[in-house]
T-cell receptor
């Protein structure tokens, strides 16, 4: 079963508007990551937020994490047509004493930004 | 700096044929991964490697084999291709410690069709 589930499945906005995507997960995590995938391309890592962090910023991206609700949100401010892509959250479960954590992806949100 | 390079980019196989997908990274990453991406399923981990000469099974390993003879290369083999293996395959790499500490760097993918 999927650990991370994104909402909405698709989002369509106008250039200049803000885009918010949500991710929910089921079990305790070590960290949560967001990735972008342009059509026909590989995934690009955007940001990593650890379980003891509540908010993180990177340029026009703002990520929040609420471990009590097991949810995260990705906010893209002042969106551009070039932001059109699929966005995936990926969670890393607590791996105990091992040095490797499994990265599990959700099904993604398709964002379309109209010029 | 090429990052992660996957070859080939496209391939059509007949059922029962074999092939090898090659992944090469030039970032001196210790960890490497093979994922498959299917519509509605997100990305699922096939096999991974935490160092030269080591491999381990992921979520969906059946029908695939891997080898990591050199640190920079990670090969994914299909011994007898089946239509269910029609998918887009992504290779990724990361520094030691994997997703516990770092995001992954992905290749651009191999689109495989088995007829």
């Amino acid at each position: 079963s999927q650990q991370g589930e994104e909402d909405p499945q698709a989002l369509s906005i106008q250039e200049g508007e803000n885009a918010t995507m949500n991710c929910s997960y089921k079990t305790s995590i070590n960290n949560l990551q967001w990735y972008r995938q342009n059509s026909g391309r590989g995934l690009v890592h955007l940001i990593l937020i650890r379980s003891n962090e509540r908010e993180k910023h990177s340029g026009r991206l703002r990520v929040t994490l609420d471990t009590s609700k097991k949810s995260s949100s990705l906010l893209i401010t002042a969106s551009r047509a070039a932001d059109t892509a699929s966005y995936f959250c990926a969670t890393v479960l607590n791996a105990g004493g091992t040095s490797y954590g499994k990265l599990t992806f959700g099904q993604g949100t398709i964002l379309t930004v109209h010029p | 700096n090429a990052g992660v390079t996957q070859t080939p980019k496209f391939r059509v196989l007949k059922t029962g044929q074999s092939m090898t997908l090659l992944c090469a990274q030039d970032m001196n990453h210790e960890y490497m991964y093979w994922y498959r991406q299917d519509p509605g399923m997100g990305l699922r981990l096939i096999h991974y490697s935490v160092g030269e000469g080591t491999t381990a099974k992921g979520e969906v390993p059946d029908g695939y084999n891997v080898s990591r003879l050199k640190k920079q290369n990670f090969l994914l083999g299909l011994e007898s291709a089946a239509p269910s293996q029609t998918s887009v395959y992504f290779c990724a790499s990361s520094y030691s410690g994997g997703s516990l500490y770092y995001g992954y760097t992905f290749g651009s993918g191999t689109r495989l069709t088995v007829v």
